[in-house]
């Protein structure tokens, strides 16, 4: 927490850093990583989440990109977008915990009960 009151102070420096970082190698996921992080520390739900998607648009199968994206779409309230990154995660058939306890909550609550009966025999 203190960590982060001194990063206050220079949070649009580090913001416009990180911009100019993905703008001059826009394959570098750590910046990505680092700017949506630096965005929801500060609150900003919406920002840090469309980064993350941002993100995945180039990695699209990549466990450490979906599962904080498609936590703060639901945080954001952005659902069908969240359900569409779960939805391509399990056709592409992408094994993880984490995202298939999300699936399975995503499921639940879209009423999809024998997309979540697949999930939980898994």
């Not at 990505?32 to 993100?55: D, M, P, R, T, V």
């Amino acid at each position: 927490m203190a960590c982060w009151r001194r990063l206050e102070k220079r949070y649009s420096q580090i913001i416009a850093i990180l911009n100019e970082n993905i703008a001059a190698g826009p394959f570098d996921k750590t910046s990505f990583i680092l700017l949506a992080q630096a965005y929801h520390k500060n609150g900003e739900i919406q920002l840090s989440s469309a980064i993350y998607c941002k993100a995945l648009n180039r990695w699209p199968n990549d466990i450490d990109l979906i599962i904080p994206a498609v936590m703060l779409l639901y945080q954001a309230r952005e659902y069908q977008q969240a359900d569409e990154i779960l939805d391509r995660a399990a056709k592409d058939g992408i094994n993880n915990l984490q995202i298939s306890r999300l699936q399975l909550q995503s499921y639940l609550r879209r009423g999809k009960l024998d997309s979540a009966e697949k999930t939980l025999e898994i």
